[in-house]
């Protein structure tokens, strides 16, 4: 991954079918907040979706990791607004990382 980014790092487990107890929100109103540069680990159980928030500046182009657990299983990643539009559509978690220049400073969510 090229080193002039800022990165935040998402790492999710696999999906399970064992109760764990819900570890991020299901929502953009309860989503976690991400300060860059760490690390999320998460849990996706069922048809469980964990949203994160982050608070991007305009003109600073940013990356975003996901790694799986299960590569049987592969996980997606989005960037939205908070309008809701998406910023990068779904990305399947072998894609790696997703790169990210805003036009606005603003609280963006990944789901």
Not at 39 to 48: F, R
Not at 49 to 70: C, E, I, N
């Amino acid at each position: 991954m090229p080193d002039e980014f800022e990165n935040s790092k998402i790492t999710t487990a696999a999906r399970s079918s064992a109760q764990v107890s819900d570890d991020h929100g299901n929502t953009k109103d309860t989503a976690t907040a991400v300060s860059l540069g760490t690390s999320i680990k998460g849990s996706v159980v069922g048809s469980d979706m964990d949203w994160l928030s982050v608070a991007l500046l305009a003109g600073t182009t940013y990356s975003f990791t996901l790694q799986s657990t299960d590569q049987l299983l592969p996980l997606a990643m989005a960037g939205v607004e908070a309008d809701g539009h998406y910023i990068f559509p779904p990305v399947l978690s072998e894609a790696n990382y997703v790169t990210f220049t805003p036009q606005r400073s603003a609280d963006y969510f990944l789901e």
